[in-house]
C-alpha cells in the first residue's frame, strides 16, 4: 500500500542530493508543462538539488531540455544515451551528448534498422515512420495511428514482429511502435551518468536520490529506488503493478510533482 508523499521523511528530504524524473504524465498534464512544475524545477535547482529528467523522447527534445530547462543532465530515448552541459566550458556551457553504443555500432544499426523499414513497407504499404523520426538519433519510431488512419492489431503485431525476429527490440506505445538495436535500458544509462558526471555508484548512493514517475514504464526505477514515488494519476495503474512506488502525491502530472518538491524544500530550510 502505497503511502501518501507527506510520509517522506525529514531525513530523507533533509540529505536529498537529487531527483530523477519521467517526463510526460510526471512534469507534464495533459500534454504541458504548468507554470508549477517548471517553478518546482527552479526550486531544486536553487536548492542544489540535481534533477534528471528520464525519457523515451528523442535526441531533438532531449538537446532542447537539455539546454534550456533548469536541470543536471538528461536521459533520452529509453536510456540509448545521457546529454548534459558542461558547464567547465564557459557560462552557457557546451552540450555533451554521451552514446551507449560507439558510433560505428550506431552506424550499423541505424542502417539495419531502416532496411529492415524498407522491406516491411512493401506489405505495409499504408505504415508511415513517426513525424518525430528526424529528431531521432537511435531508435526508429513507426506511427500507428498519430498522423495516419489507425493500422490493424494484425498490421501492429506484425511489425513488432518482424524487428523482434531481426534481433532488435520492439515496443508498442499509445501512438508509435519504437524499435532499437542493443540492450541498454534507462537505469542502465543513468548508472554510466552517475558514474561518469558524479562519481557515485548509482547502488550505493540511491537512497539519497529520488525517482518520480506515473506509469508502468516507470516501474523498473519504482523496484530499485526505496524513495519512488507516483503522481496521482498512478492510481490508474496501481493494481497493474508488480512494483508500485512507495509513496503517491494527492495531485496529478506536474502539480503532483510541485507538490512533492514542496514537501521536500520544506524539510531543507
Ligand atoms: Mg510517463
Known sequence: MA????????????????????IDDTISLEGKILPDAYSAMWKLK????RMIPVTGRPAGWVDHITRMWPVHAVVGENGAFYFFLDESCGRDGKLVRRFMQ??????????????????????????????????????????????????????????????????????????HINAWFGSYNKYECCRLLFKELFQEPIDEVKEQYLYVGDSPNDEPFFAEFDNSVGVANVHDFLDLMQSPPNYVCDKPGGLGF????????????
Do not use: W
Not at 258 to 269: D, G, P, Q, T
Open 102 to 175: 560507439d558510433e560505428a555500432v550506431r552506424e550499423v544499426n541505424t542502417k539495419k534498422l531502416f532496411e529492415l523499414y524498407e522491406k516491411l513497407k512493401l506489405t505495409i504499404p499504408q505504415m508511415n515512420l513517426a513525424s518525430d523520426q528526424g529528431y531521432r538519433a537511435i531508435d526508429i519510431a513507426i506511427d500507428f495511428c498519430e498522423d495516419i488512419p489507425r493500422l490493424s492489431d494484425r498490421a501492429i503485431a506484425k511489425i513488432v514482429e518482424h524487428y523482434k525476429k531481426a534481433g532488435a527490440q520492439a515496443k508498442v506505445s499509445s501512438i
Open 3 to 22: 503511502k501518501s508523499i507527506t510520509e517522506l521523511s525529514p531525513e530523507i528530504c533533509k540529505n536529498l542530493k537529487g531527483v530523477l524524473a519521467d
Open 258 to 269: 510541485a507538490e512533492l518538491v514542496e514537501h521536500i524544500l520544506k524539510h531543507r530550510s
Open 46 to 49: 536553487e536548492a542544489e538539488i
